[in-house]
């Protein structure tokens, strides 16, 4: 029996706690949570993403592929797609943020380091279209726009395939760091109806899901309709400090004679404590937390054959997630921001958005005679994001303001036809095998930005007096920024596959793409592996990639206010086909080029400590040339040359290809599994990566702004530190899974511990002689916020062969990432971005969230 057909017998046989080829996966799941359907399914029918030719499991493969089944996704005890998937794979990082822009609708989630729109979404294999909002906060992604893993409901999924290299070449723009691919569940017949509930160890967040998924037979032999129903409850978490800044106007040292004035309003000269304002000490103003979150989704997957060669197939869904965000306190004693005749104590903006995403895809496929596969799709999926603001204000209207706005909607729409064919020929020319496969495709994208109330962005007669503009902590779409464009994109690629022998194999790709806004690109792929024993191989890729400006990140030109260092500013970002940019030497986008280079040993050896052990370890290599970033803001008032062009925006920033950047990385997987009798089992399995990435080099700034800056004594580049430090230092760059899982009959107890690396962020305030702060020659003070690993405990009872119940417990030591320094810890200086106690974490860069222990009760009941 070959390694591989062992492999899966063992798997077939007793090893249920794990899904068929999960040689990747670090966090191996309880046998008790797993259907019988799922430990029934036939290992031998996975096909891995990244490969059109034959099944192969990870170790036989040129490139490293993870592969996380259902049952390890819901082992995590996480509740939605994008948090099971953090801990389940060790490349992959996404985490929760706070008071943070397009962040607070769709988590950023970043592969081998790189920015959420260098990897690549599909399901099903085919390509999953984007979320409609650019993320222009100060955080992790900023100015990408993310594809929302949360719109597509955990229960629908079968497993998820992650391939760790590039892959532009196989499935088009995008895919430099690689691609998630969710394959959706197509069982027959039965299903599964499976409810938690949960609460944090501080007493909110309380968490309520339920799901449904069914499926039954359609149509002849292989017909299949299979839905999954999905309703998530999160009621939101709040993690401020209590408030230390100033709440009111100072009083005036004439307020004894002349009593209220119109900026101090108040009939006492302590308005907190004789209005009865935060009556407690101390006492609490911001909203830092976990976003309240309702979820409402329904997924489908189906296939009907009409002959014994051809199958129709569909599949698709429509997600709403109602969230409800926050903004920051906005103080009385903020003048920009007050209009005390409204709020004379402030006021916190709460910030409610509406997510609507669906997608269906309806296609053929069909094999000839001669072995010939053939497939032919068109798919749409759209993405749209309704924002609305209130407990808030326009303060350039002063008393006229209303106090609830609608503040627009962002649309994105994909269409897409694709055809593909792939044949595999055994013995061909005396070689073992090789598949050739070929496709084209045609894509169209459309983004829209519509509007808002008049009032959310009108000029208030307030503005000259320097009164914010539009709608407090969200302004409000101009019609003014409205924008409806759209681009076409066709595609055809060639990919072969040569089986020279049982030892060596030979794969590599060609795809042409072309843009209808800017030409042309073609990406590349070669890889190979050799077995140099049945147990042991090498194996190795190289990689041409590129990735094509977003339509958003082209055409969006919407004002922004966001705080940083405790200071609100409303940033205009500029459409890249707005005139003026040439004026000052700005070039619009033009598609980034990546060359990644990987190589790795993989082994897969029986009968080791009386199991059976996997391993892999990878060293890899990307460059990016011409990386697609945003601008620092520029301030118009420091540059007179912006001033003269932009006379009504106080700040601007734009897109640009200005920086080129290396990633260099060593991703490493061991998993043991073993029966020590027939009641017991064991898997244990531990997974790291570590990946940084730096800018290499950062291109001059462009002479017209150079020259005005200079003017003025000063220098600059269009990427400040801050904005470097987000894409260098904002996310972990080292990550450690490990698991044990072991059952005892129908018992099954699960450990798993996650470690993330440090990370840092820039603060103004901080003080030097802080062992955790860095200054440069400058007294620009960056601060580092220690490595953590937080532990995860559950176990799991089969109490009947249809019912499981699981009692778990997430991060139980309830650790927290490090605050920013502030003096009520002891620190010599407070960080302004700690904002008086209202955000403790950091917005800027993030490690696992800051919600602490979270305890959990679920039961699944499979028919």
């Given at each position: 029996m070959t390694t591989s057909k062992l492999y899966l017998a063992m798997l077939l046989a007793g090893t249920a706690a794990l899904t068929p080829a999960i040689a990747q996966t670090a966090n191996p799941a309880p046998a008790a949570a797993t259907s019988a359907r799922e430990e029934a399914e036939p290992a031998a029918e996975i096909l891995v993403v990244g490969s059109r030719g034959r099944a192969r499991t990870d170790v036989d493969r040129p490139v490293p592929v993870d592969v996380v089944g259902a049952p390890e996704l819901r082992a995590t005890g996480q509740t939605d797609l994008g948090q099971q998937l953090q801990f389940t794979s060790p490349s992959f990082n996404s985490a929760k943020y706070g008071v943070n822009g397009a962040t607070n609708y769709a988590d950023p989630a970043s592969l081998r380091g790189l920015g959420p729109d260098q990897v690549l979404l599909l399901i099903n294999g085919k390509r999953r279209h984007q979320f409609s909002a650019l993320n222009l906060n100060v955080a992790p992604g900023r100015g990408t726009v993310v594809s929302d893993l949360n719109a597509i409901p955990s229960a629908a999924i079968k497993r998820i395939e992650v391939l760790r290299d590039g892959a532009a070449a196989q499935y088009g723009s995008d895919a430099i760091a690689g691609i998630v691919n969710l394959v959706l569940n197509d069982g027959a017949e039965g299903g599964t109806v499976d409810v938690t509930a949960g609460i944090f160890h501080e007493g909110d967040g309380e968490t309520y899901r339920a799901a449904l998924n069914?499926?039954?037979?359609?149509?002849?032999?292989?017909?299949?309709?299979?839905?999954?129903?999905?309703?998530?409850?999160?009621?939101?978490?709040?993690?401020?400090?209590?408030?230390?800044?100033?709440?009111?106007?100072?009083?005036?040292?004439?307020?004894?004679?002349?009593?209220?004035?119109?900026?101090?309003?108040?009939?006492?000269?302590?308005?907190?404590?004789?209005?009865?304002?935060?009556?407690?000490?101390?006492?609490?103003?911001?909203?830092?937390?976990?976003?309240?979150?309702?979820?409402?989704?329904?997924?489908?997957?189906?296939?009907?054959?009409?002959?014994?060669?051809?199958?129709?197939?569909?599949?698709?869904?429509?997600?709403?997630?109602?969230?409800?965000?926050?903004?920051?306190?906005?103080?009385?004693?903020?003048?920009?921001?007050?209009?005390?005749?409204?709020?004379?104590?402030?006021?916190?903006?709460?910030?409610?958005?509406?997510?609507?995403?669906?997608?269906?895809?309806?296609?053929?496929?069909?094999?000839?005679?001669?072995?010939?596969?053939?497939?032919?799709?068109?798919?749409?999926?759209?993405?749209?994001?309704?924002?609305?603001?209130?407990?808030?204000?326009?303060?350039?209207?002063?008393?006229?303001?209303?106090?609830?706005?609608?503040?627009?909607?962002?649309?994105?729409?994909?269409?897409?036809?694709?055809?593909?064919?792939?044949?595999?020929?055994?013995?061909?020319?005396?070689?073992?095998?090789?598949?050739?496969?070929?496709?084209?495709?045609?894509?169209?994208?459309?983004?829209?930005?519509?509007?808002?109330?008049?009032?959310?962005?009108?000029?208030?007669?307030?503005?000259?007096?320097?009164?914010?503009?539009?709608?407090?902590?969200?302004?409000?779409?101009?019609?003014?920024?409205?924008?409806?464009?759209?681009?076409?994109?066709?595609?055809?690629?060639?990919?072969?596959?040569?089986?020279?022998?049982?030892?060596?194999?030979?794969?590599?790709?060609?795809?042409?793409?072309?843009?209808?806004?800017?030409?042309?690109?073609?990406?590349?792929?070669?890889?190979?592996?050799?077995?140099?024993?049945?147990?042991?191989?090498?194996?190795?890729?190289?990689?041409?990639?590129?990735?094509?400006?977003?339509?958003?990140?082209?055409?969006?030109?919407?004002?922004?206010?966001?705080?940083?260092?405790?200071?609100?500013?409303?940033?205009?970002?500029?459409?890249?086909?707005?005139?003026?940019?040439?004026?000052?030497?700005?070039?619009?986008?033009?598609?980034?080029?990546?060359?990644?280079?990987?190589?790795?040993?993989?082994?897969?050896?029986?009968?080791?400590?009386?199991?059976?052990?996997?391993?892999?370890?990878?060293?890899?290599?990307?460059?990016?040339?011409?990386?697609?970033?945003?601008?620092?803001?520029?301030?118009?008032?420091?540059?007179?040359?912006?001033?003269?062009?932009?006379?009504?925006?106080?700040?601007?920033?734009?897109?640009?290809?200005?920086?080129?950047?290396?990633?260099?990385?060593?991703?490493?997987?061991?998993?043991?599994?073993?029966?020590?009798?027939?009641?017991?089992?064991?898997?244990?399995?531990?997974?790291?990566?570590?990946?940084?990435?730096?800018?290499?080099?950062?291109?001059?700034?462009?002479?017209?702004?150079?020259?005005?800056?200079?003017?003025?004594?000063?220098?600059?580049?269009?990427?400040?530190?801050?904005?470097?430090?987000?894409?260098?230092?904002a996310i972990p760059q080292t990550k450690v899974l490990g698991s044990v899982t072991v059952g005892y009959k129908n018992v099954t107890v699960n450990a798993r511990g996650t470690y993330f690396g440090s990370v840092k962020a820039f603060s103004t305030g901080l003080s030097g002689q802080d062992p955790n702060v860095q200054c440069d020659a400058a007294a620009r003070c960056v601060q580092t916020f220690a490595a953590k690993a937080i532990f995860d405990l559950s176990s799991s009872v089969k109490l009947m062969d249809n019912l499981n119940i699981t009692l778990g417990a997430n991060n139980i030591f309830n650790t927290y990432p490090d605050k920013y320094n502030n003096r009520r810890d002891g620190f010599l200086g407070e960080a302004a971005s700690y904002s008086n106690g209202q955000v403790p974490y950091s917005r800027n860069s993030n490690q696992f969230g800051f919600n602490g222990a979270y305890y959990y009760l679920s039961a699944a009941f499979s028919f």
């Open positions: 069914h499926g039954f037979r359609l149509g002849g032999e292989g017909g299949f309709f299979n839905y999954t129903l999905e309703f998530f409850d999160f009621a939101g978490t709040n993690r401020s400090d209590t408030f230390d800044g100033a709440l009111y106007p100072a009083t005036p040292a004439t307020y004894a004679t002349t009593g209220p004035t119109v900026n101090f309003p108040y009939a006492t000269a302590n308005p907190r404590v004789d209005r009865g304002v935060y009556p407690t000490t101390p006492f609490v103003v911001g909203n830092f937390g976990a976003n309240e979150n309702r979820t409402y989704q329904a997924f489908f997957n189906s296939q009907v054959p009409i002959s014994e060669t051809t199958n129709i197939y569909a599949f698709g869904g429509y997600s709403q997630k109602d969230i409800v965000a926050f903004g920051f306190f906005r103080s009385a004693a903020n003048f920009a921001n007050s209009t005390l005749s409204i709020f004379p104590d402030g006021y916190v903006p709460v910030i409610p958005g509406t997510s609507k995403d669906y997608s269906a895809v309806v296609g053929a496929n069909h094999e000839t005679s001669g072995g010939l596969k053939l497939d032919l799709s068109i798919g749409y999926g759209h993405n749209e994001l309704d924002q609305s603001i209130f407990n808030t204000l326009n303060p350039s209207l002063g008393t006229a303001s209303p106090t609830s706005f609608y503040v627009g909607r962002t649309n994105f729409g994909q269409y897409i036809a694709e055809f593909n064919g792939s044949k595999n020929f055994d013995g061909f020319g005396g070689l073992k095998g090789l598949n050739i496969a070929f496709g084209l495709q045609a894509r169209r994208d459309d983004f829209r930005v519509m509007r808002g109330d008049a009032a959310s962005f009108a000029t208030g007669p307030l503005a000259a007096s320097g009164k914010f503009i539009g709608s407090s902590a969200r302004p409000g779409i101009a019609d003014r920024d409205e924008i409806d464009i759209a681009r076409e994109n066709y595609a055809g690629f060639v990919d072969v596959e040569l089986d020279i022998n049982d030892a060596f194999l030979v794969a590599a790709a060609l795809r042409y793409e072309n843009y209808s806004d800017f030409g042309g690109n073609v990406s590349g792929k070669l890889a190979a592996r050799y077995k140099i024993t049945d147990s042991f191989a090498v194996r190795g890729s190289y990689n041409r990639g590129f990735r094509a400006p977003s339509l958003a990140q082209i055409g969006n030109r919407v004002l922004t206010s966001t705080a940083q260092n405790n200071v609100v500013v409303q940033t205009q970002q500029v459409s890249s086909d707005d005139p003026r940019l040439v004026t000052l030497g700005v070039e619009q986008p033009r598609a980034e080029i990546s060359n990644g280079f990987s190589a790795g040993v993989t082994g897969d050896f029986d009968d080791i400590l009386g199991g059976q052990i996997t391993t892999t370890l990878d060293v890899y290599l990307i460059d990016i040339k011409d990386r697609i970033t945003i601008s620092q803001g520029l301030r118009t008032a420091d540059f007179p040359a912006i001033r003269a062009l932009f006379p009504t925006n106080n700040e601007i920033s734009f897109f640009t290809n200005q920086i080129d950047t290396r990633t260099k990385g060593i991703d490493f997987v061991a998993t043991y599994r073993t029966r020590l009798s027939d009641d017991w089992r064991l898997d244990a399995s531990v997974a790291a990566s570590h990946n940084p990435t730096k800018v290499r080099r950062q291109r001059p700034t462009p002479a017209p702004i150079l020259v005005s800056a200079t003017a003025r004594g000063q220098s600059l580049q269009l990427l400040d530190q801050t904005s470097i430090e987000l894409i260098e230092v």
